[in-house]
C-alpha cells in the first residue's frame, strides 16, 4: 500500500523559512517522480512543483520560482521542499504527491499524502 | 499556462441522481486529464485518469469521456458518499493546473 506522510509544517513569519518533508513507503521510490500541490484555505488546489524519479529534472510553479526548492533523497525514500522568502499568499496546505511515472510529463498524481499545514503571519 | 473551467460550480443533486460535471481546457490537451474527488478535511483522491480511464479501486458509476478542449464527468446514480469537491487538471503541459471545483451537495 502506498503511503505518503507530509511533516514539518506550522507558523513562519513573512520572509521566514519552512522545509516540508514527505515520507513514502510501499513502491519502488526513486522510480516514480514527485510533486508537491497547495490549497489555500477554502480554495482549489495549485501545483506547486515536480521532480523526476532521480531528482535530476525539476519544475516550479511561477508563483514560488526561485523561492521555493524542491529535492528528494532515494536512499531513505523522502521528498522535500525547502520554501524561502515565505509570503502571506503562500498559507495553505501542502500535499506531496506521487506521480504515475518516472517523469512528470504525460503523468497523473495518483496517490497523495494527508497534508500537512504552512501558515505565513507575522 | 492552460486555464482549466468546470462548470458548474455548484451542483444540489439526490440520491440516485444521473450527474455530469464539466471542465473545458483553454487549449487542446489530447487525452491528459485526470478527474479528483476531495471530502472537507481530506486530500484528494484520484477517480480517472487519460479522460476515461478508472483508476483501481473507484465504483463504476464513475466514468469519464471527452478529448482536447472538453470533458465529462459522470456520476451514474448519486450515492451518499459521493457528496464532495470535484476537480479536473490537465497534464499535458507544465504547469499542471486544475480546475476551480465543482461541490456536489445534497439537494
Known amino acids: 500500500e502506498v503511503r505518503l506522510v507530509g511533516s514539518g509544517g506550522g507558523l513562519a513569519q513573512p520572509g521566514g523559512s519552512l522545509r516540508l518533508s514527505c515520507a513514502a513507503s510501499g513502491f519502488a521510490f526513486s522510480s516514480f517522480a514527485m510533486a508537491w500541490v497547495r490549497q489555500a484555505p477554502g480554495k482549489g488546489l495549485e501545483w506547486v512543483s515536480s521532480?523526476?524519479?532521480?531528482?535530476?529534472?525539476?519544475s516550479y510553479a511561477d508563483s514560488v520560482e526561485g523561492r521555493f526548492i524542491i529535492s528528494r533523497d532515494n536512499s531513505k525514500n523522502a521528498l522535500y521542499l525547502q520554501m524561502s522568502n515565505l509570503r502571506p499568499e503562500d498559507t495553505a496546505i501542502y500535499y506531496c504527491?506521487?506521480?504515475?511515472?518516472?517523469?512528470?510529463?504525460?503523468?497523473?498524481?495518483?496517490?497523495w499524502g494527508q497534508g500537512t499545514l504552512v501558515t505565513v503571519s507575522s | 499556462d492552460i486555464q482549466m473551467t468546470q462548470s458548474p460550480s455548484t451542483l444540489s443533486a439526490s440520491v440516485g441522481d444521473r450527474v455530469t460535471i464539466t471542465c473545458r481546457a483553454s487549449q487542446r490537451i489530447s487525452s491528459w486529464l485526470a478527474w479528483f474527488q476531495q471530502k472537507p478535511g481530506k486530500a484528494p483522491k484520484l477517480l480517472l485518469y487519460k479522460a476515461s480511464n478508472l483508476q483501481s479501486g473507484i465504483p463504476s458509476r464513475f466514468s469519464g469521456s471527452g478529448s482536447e478542449t472538453e470533458f465529462t464527468l459522470t456520476i451514474s446514480s448519486l450515492q451518499p458518499d459521493d457528496f464532495a469537491t470535484y476537480y479536473c487538471?490537465?497534464?499535458?503541459?507544465?504547469?499542471?493546473?486544475f480546475g476551480q471545483g465543482t461541490k456536489v451537495e445534497i439537494k
Open positions: 487538471q490537465q497534464y499535458n503541459s507544465d504547469p499542471w493546473t
Open positions: 504527491a506521487k506521480v504515475s511515472s518516472v517523469l512528470p510529463t504525460e503523468s497523473y498524481f495518483d496517490n
Open positions: 521532480t523526476s524519479g532521480s531528482g535530476s529534472s525539476t
